[in-house]
Structures are given as C-alpha cells and as structure tokens.
C-alpha cells in the first residue's frame, strides 16, 4: 500500500476537515495515481470529498464505525465500510488482491493507523507554515527514507515539493 498526502512545514493536513491549501496540480496528481484503483480513508476525509461522496472510478474503502457496513460491486468503485479493527481491513484487501494498489489517502486517523503498512510514501510539501490546523500527518523521516523529489512547483506565492519515501530495511 502507498499513501498520498499533502503537508506544511509542520505536517499540517487539515483544518475544520478542509485541506489546508488548494493546489489543481496536486489534485490532477491525485486523481491520475487514484482513478481506477483502491482508495482508504476515514470517514471524515469521506465527509470533505465533494458532496460527501465516495470519488467516482476509484473503490473507495472507508473506514467507520458508523456507516452501515457494505460491500457494493467492487469495480465499480463504491463503498466497503469496515467496522471494527484495522487488520480486517488488511485482510479484505489481501483477500481481493487489492494491497499493492491501494492508496491510503487520509486522514490524520487513517494515516496514523496505516502507515506502517505502507512500503512508500507520496508528500506533497508545501513550504510554508498554515496559519490554522487541526489534524497532523504522523513522523515518517525515522521510518522512510527519500528516493525522489519533484519540484519545486508554484501555485500562487505557495511553493511545494513531491518526495517519494520508501519504508527503511
Ligand atoms: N492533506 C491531505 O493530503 C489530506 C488527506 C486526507 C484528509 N485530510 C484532512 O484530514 C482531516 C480529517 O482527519 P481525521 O483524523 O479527522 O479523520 P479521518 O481519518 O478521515 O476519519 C476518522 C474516522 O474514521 C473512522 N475510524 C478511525 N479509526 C477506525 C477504526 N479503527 N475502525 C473503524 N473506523 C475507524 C472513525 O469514523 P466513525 O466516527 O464513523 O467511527 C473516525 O471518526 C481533514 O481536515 C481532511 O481535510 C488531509
């Protein structure tokens, strides 16, 4: 599994479960490495997708113990909610055969509860500190290490980076 993720300075992610900054490129980047693949996120990064929805031509596997478990048509991309614990959720992507595409994509919960699963790691850097924040992506430089970094790219006055990390050993 990889996760994709976009942080400040301090590992910021969110706030109010908004993103922090609006970037089109790194939402394109997002939706190309997504679309016809798995995607798992907690159900309040579920609630900051447009309407609420789960993203369309993507399986969106939702962690949450209060939507109504479900499993609809695998590729047609919709809801799995998975209640209880995080290694049933790495059973039914080993059982599908989904492991090595899926994304982990958020949020601070999800990132915190999977991110030793994940041999690689896709950080969108921005260079700045947000001036509001309430949800953290965990410490990875102790457990990743970098393999490649794009950028610098612009939008606006913001400046980021995209560095892949691959998990140490
Ligand atoms: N910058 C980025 O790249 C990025 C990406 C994604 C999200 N975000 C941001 O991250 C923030 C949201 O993060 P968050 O931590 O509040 O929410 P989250 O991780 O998206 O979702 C948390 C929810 O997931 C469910 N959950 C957590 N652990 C579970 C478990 N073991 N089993 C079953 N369900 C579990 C719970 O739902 P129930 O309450 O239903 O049990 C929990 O309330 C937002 O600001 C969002 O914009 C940023």
């Known amino acids: 599994m ?3 993720v ?19 490129e790194d939402l394109g980047f ?3 490495q997504t679309r016809g693949k798995t995607i798992v996120a907690g159900k309040n990064t579920l609630l900051s997708f447009p309407k609420g929805r789960p993203l ?8 949450s113990s209060s939507i109504p478990e479900c499993e609809e048509e695998l590729k047609g991309g919709y809801v799995f909610a998975v209640r209880s614990t995080p290694e049933r959720l790495l059973d039914y992507l080993d059982e599908k055969g989904l492991m090595d595409e899926a994304v982990l994509s958020g ?18 850097e921005v ?6 924040a309430d949800s953290f992506f ?3 430089k102790s457990r990743f290490h970098i393999t490649q970094e794009l950028g610098p790219y612009f939008e606006g006055e913001l400046r980021y980076y995209r560095r892949t990390y691959k998990k140490n050993g």
Not at 7 to 20: H, P, S, T
Request: a negative charge; aromatic letters at 10%; proline letters at 5%.
């Open 6 to 24: 976009c942080i400040d300075k301090n590992r910021a992610i969110g706030f109010e479960n908004r993103l922090l900054f609006s970037l089109p």
């Open 127 to 132: 260079q700045t500190e947000a001036a509001e």
């Open 138 to 140: 965990p410490e990875y």
């Open 107 to 124: 949020g601070e919960a999800i990132y915190r509860l999977f991110i030793d699963e994940c041999d690689s790691l896709v950080i969108t």
């Open 56 to 63: 369309p031509g993507r399986n969106n596997v939702i962690l």
């Open 30 to 32: 997002y939706r190309k």
């Open 2 to 4: 990889k996760a994709l």
